[in-house]
């Protein structure tokens, strides 16, 4: 079972019903986490003045992720070269970027 195939089954089993318990304060956490393990493509902004330019925002939290030249085929990932948002996790889609 994959990490998609695991939230959905999740959401539709155990959705949380809005009643703040703790159970399902838990399942929401657990559906939070579990949804930022299903890569996402990030979303790309072209710079105005400079088309070649661009960079890279998580789809979750929009923090930077990368930055490149299109120009010249570079592209710096501001994780450290990590396949997730440094700053809430979320696994980054990189296929196709750069």
């Known amino acids: ?21 703790q159970q399902d304060s838990a399942v929401t ?3 939070e986490a579990l949804k930022k393990q ?3 493509k990030a979303m790309k902004s072209i710079d105005a003045y400079n088309k070649n330019l661009y960079k890279l925002y998580c789809p979750t939290c929009g923090a930077l992720v990368a930055y490149g030249n299109s120009r010249v085929g570079f592209m710096n990932k501001v994780s450290n070269g ?16 750069g």
């Open 82 to 97: 990590y396949d997730r948002c440094a700053a809430c996790g979320q696994v980054i889609d990189w296929e196709d970027e």
């Open 38 to 40: 299903i890569p996402q």
């Open 29 to 31: 956490k657990a559906l």
């Open 1 to 21: 079972m994959t990490n998609a195939e695991a939230y959905k089954w999740l959401y539709v089993h155990f959705a949380p019903c809005g009643d703040e318990t």
